[in-house]
T-cell receptor, first 113, second 111 residues
Framework: DGGITQSPKYLFRKEGQNVTLSCEQNLNHDAMYWYRQDPGQGLRLIYYSQIVNDFQKGDIAEGYSVSREKKESFPLTVTSAQKNPTAFYLC????????????FGPGTRLLVL | KNEVEQSPQNLTAQEGEFITINCSYSVGISALHWLQQHPGGGIVSLFMLSSGKKKHGRLIATINIQEKHSSLHITASHPRDSAVYICAVRLWSGSARQLTFGSGTQLTVLP
């Protein structure tokens, strides 16, 4: 079954704790993206990766980190430096970085305790 | 000012009504996307447009490049169409890497 999986669906973080959100794809897409969605706002780009072992900051990268060691995987770590991490996080992929459709995962909702 | 503006923010319709959601943008773009987000949060791409009009089932998307405006139409609306509809543009000025998103239109279709 092809697609994008994100886990967990819900994640709780304590103050000062780092947490990692998983994103895995078996679409053989080159590009992967992490977005943050807050109520009443459009999706905002956190990080993106065009190829393995390369990634670039998006518009709101502060307090986040990523890695792209494998084509299939693009995990996002929300660090303790991110002061307002409560949001819905969406991972997306695109076959290449040219003008094509993006495909989205089901998302992870992060809540701070 | 947001580069992508959608209207209305919220829309309630009766089943069977014709629905129009609008998207305006302020910069030059190379493509415009319409996305659908269901209550569970998952997002599906509906259309990608760079000119003219596209149709898929009961959904029609149009774009007017000169006026920097796009519309998404739903004919014979149904309660299962209830979702958030999101407009996103790929800017000419930016690299091809990213989209800029509108804040979405919450559509509720009542039976």
């Amino acid at each position: 079954d092809g697609g994008i999986t994100q886990s967990p669906k819900y994640l709780f973080r304590k103050e000062g704790q780092n947490v990692t959100l998983s994103c895995e794809q078996n679409l053989n897409h080159d590009a992967m993206y992490w977005y943050r969605q807050d109520p009443g706002q459009g999706l905002r780009l956190i990080y993106y990766s065009q190829i393995v072992n390369d990634f670039q900051k998006g518009d709101i990268a502060e307090g986040y980190s990523v890695s792209r060691e494998k084509k299939e995987s693009f995990p996002l770590t929300v660090t303790s430096a991110q002061k307002n991490p409560t949001a819905f996080y969406l991972c997306a992929t695109q076959k290449t970085t040219t003008q094509e459709t993006q495909y989205f995962g089901p998302g992870t909702r992060l809540l701070v305790l | 000012k947001n580069e992508v503006e959608q209207s209305p923010q919220n829309l309630t319709a009766q089943e069977g009504e014709f629905i129009t959601i609008n998207c305006s943008y302020s910069v030059g773009i190379s493509a415009l996307h319409w996305l659908q987000q269901h209550p569970g949060g998952g997002i599906v791409s509906l259309f990608m447009l760079s000119s003219g009009k596209k149709k898929h089932g009961r959904l029609i998307a149009t774009i007017n490049i000169q006026e920097k405006h796009s519309s998404l139409h739903i004919t014979a609306s149904h309660p299962r169409d209830s979702a958030v509809y999101i407009c996103a543009v790929r800017l000419w000025s930016g690299s091809a890497r990213q989209l800029t998103f509108g804040s979405g239109t919450q559509l509720t279709v009542l039976p």
